[in-house]
């Protein structure tokens, strides 16, 4: 199993996930600055792996800063708040992970040195209670795939594995259990233009645990759906609306489409940390724009004419009614019943 992000030798580990497959290399990070930067360049991504990273910033800038007074501190807490919160706006689990560090800076009594002290604790927390949610994802999963065939087929879209998370994975998370209980016979991943999240990273993912794998391009989705070669298809998410419309990486949308005109279940597997009970809808869910070169350029070639105009947005919006059930930690709930867990003790 691989660790995208892990606390080593008083810094922050991440593997570089630019770099995969074809090179695995790690970046120590030891101050805030640094890891605001690997996030926007996406040397760690996916929602609750930056959630987590975002955490462990929040440590890096709160031990940089020198005073005893604990009213400077949270201002300039605040400030590396900022910074972090600055990266990427679409996945939820960033400005969740930064709330919840900035909360236990407010709320912890005593000196300045304590305060640090329990936010270093808060971000291992963090760190540790996803990887726990993802195998709960995993494993709650496997009630609600399709009984037949014995052995099926998952489509997955992006990279929500072991890579997205502090490890297991919300999507990957719910093969990995499958693959484990004898129930998955091959996992189909779409390459996921532009950045290739799904050829890259979801494909290094299952060449290392053994678990077959196929690659396709985007667009050949809905053929293999009407060829019958897929059974279910799992996706991660990075932000969820209250009403259970969920933004996920661009192209999403079009497999759900896909999904639905064949009549195969399509499912979010994402923690609850993921839904912005803020939100009534979707269409108030932020979309990141990147850069236009994720488009036009592959490796150091550059594929369209001059003079031609991009749009490159890099998530897209599935609408609830295309969502079979959304898989959380607490189990897997149709879209119109997640209000009801604000509601609930859970959470
Ligand atoms: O732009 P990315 O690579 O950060 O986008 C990642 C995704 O869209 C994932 O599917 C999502 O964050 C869920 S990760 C468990």
């Given at each position: 199993m691989v660790y995208p992000v892990i606390w080593h030798n008083n810094s922050v580990s991440l593997?570089?996930?630019?770099?995969?497959p074809n090179e695995y290399t790690v970046v120590e990070i030891h101050r805030s600055e640094d890891m605001a930067q690997a996030i926007k360049t996406m040397i760690v991504r996916g929602a609750p792996a930056i959630g987590v990273a975002a955490a462990y910033g929040m440590y890096l800038g709160a031990r940089e800063i020198e005073t005893t007074d604990t009213r400077e501190f949270w201002e300039r807490l605040e400030k590396v708040a900022q910074l972090l919160r600055?990266?990427?706006?679409?996945?939820v689990n960033l400005f969740w992970a930064i709330s919840r560090m900035m909360k236990t800076a407010y709320e912890t009594p005593g000196t300045v040195e304590d305060i640090k002290q329990n936010l270093f604790q808060t971000a291992q927390a963090i760190n540790a209670e996803d990887l726990q949610t993802c195998q709960a994802i995993g494993d709650h999963g496997l009630a609600v795939l399709?009984?037949?065939?014995e052995k099926m087929t998952i489509l997955t879209h992006c990279n929500a594995g072991a890579l997205a998370t502090?490890?297991?994975?919300t999507a990957l998370g719910v093969v990995r259990s499958a693959w484990r209980e004898g129930r998955l016979e091959r996992v189909f991943a779409d390459?996921?233009?532009?950045?290739l999240q799904g050829a890259k990273l979801t494909a290094w993912e299952c060449v290392q645990e053994n678990i077959p794998v196929t690659v396709i391009t985007d667009n050949m989705a809905a053929h293999c759906m009407k060829q019958g070669l897929i059974h279910a298809v799992v996706v991660g998410a990075d932000r969820i609306a209250a009403n259970g419309d969920t933004a996920n990486k661009i192209g999403t949308y079009s497999v759900a489409i896909a999904a639905k005109a064949h009549d195969i279940p399509f499912f979010v597997a994402a923690?609850?940390?993921?839904?912005?009970?803020?939100?009534?809808?979707?269409?108030?869910i932020p979309i990141e724009e990147r850069n236009p070169v994720e488009i036009y350029q592959v490796g150091n070639t550059i594929l369209t004419p001059a003079g031609v105009d991009f749009y490159n947005p890099a998530f897209d919006v599935t609408p609830?009614?295309?969502?079979t059930a959304i898989i959380t930690e607490h189990g897997a709930f149709t879209p119109d019943n997640l209000v009801k867990l604000q509601s609930s003790s859970v959470i």
């Open positions: 593997i570089d996930q630019t770099r995969l600055s990266t990427r706006p679409t996945a399709p009984t037949t065939p502090a490890g297991y994975g390459e996921t233009r532009p950045r923690p609850l940390s993921t839904v912005d009970f803020e939100l009534t809808d979707g269409s108030q609830a009614n295309l969502i």
